[in-house]
C-alpha cells in the first residue's frame, strides 16, 4: 500500500472514483464538473490530492482545499466500490490528519449528507463534530457540515 500526494498520473482515478460515488448517490453538479475540467487547481490553489494504491491500482483517493488561513476543506473522499470495507477510508483519513498537523492548520472541515451514515460514523472516530445542518448553499446533495480543530505537531 502506497499513499501518493499530488501526483498527476492518479488525477484522472481521483475524478472517476468521486463521480462514480457521487452518480451512486447523487447527481453531477456544475463545481464537480469544473474541479473535473481541471484537478490540479487543488494544488495550484495550496491544497492536496491524496491517492491510495494497491498493487499498481488507485483504491481510494481524497482532497484537501485550502481555503486560506490555515482552514482547510476535506473533501472528495472516495474509495472504489469493491474495495470498501478494508478501512482504505479509514487511512485516508489518517494520512490527511497527520498532513494538516504538520502543515500547522488550524482547522478542518466537510461538506457531506446524512444519509451516508458509514461516512459520517468515520468522520465522528476522528474528531468530527456537527457544525450546521440543512441545505447548503453550493452543493444540492449536501446537508451536513463538520469539523474539527487541528493540534499541532509536537
Avoid at 472517476?16 to 469544473?34: G, H, P, S, V
Avoid at 470495507?85 to 482547522?107: C, P, Q, T, Y
Amino acid at each position: 500500500m502506497e499513499i501518493f500526494e499530488n501526483n498527476e498520473k492518479h488525477y484522472q482515478a481521483f475524478i472517476e472514483l468521486n463521480e462514480q460515488w457521487i452518480t451512486r448517490y447523487f447527481e453531477i453538479e456544475d463545481a464537480d464538473r469544473k474541479l473535473a475540467s481541471d484537478p490540479h487547481r487543488v494544488v495550484e490553489n495550496g491544497g492536496y490530492i491524496f491517492s491510495l494504491v494497491s498493487g499498481n491500482e488507485v483504491v481510494g483517493v481524497c482532497a484537501l482545499f485550502n481555503d486560506g488561513s490555515g482552514v482547510y476543506e476535506l473533501a472528495r473522499m472516495a474509495v472504489r466500490p469493491d474495495q470498501q470495507g478494508r478501512k482504505f477510508g479509514n487511512r485516508l483519513m489518517e494520512i490527511v490528519l497527520d498532513k494538516l498537523a504538520g502543515i500547522g492548520a488550524s482547522r478542518v472541515y466537510l461538506l457531506s449528507n446524512s444519509m451516508l451514515t458509514r461516512a459520517i460514523t468515520m468522520y465522528r472516530k476522528y474528531g468530527f463534530k456537527t457544525v450546521s445542518e440543512g441545505q447548503h448553499p453550493a452543493y444540492s446533495r449536501c446537508n451536513i457540515v463538520m469539523e474539527r480543530d487541528i493540534s499541532p505537531v509536537a
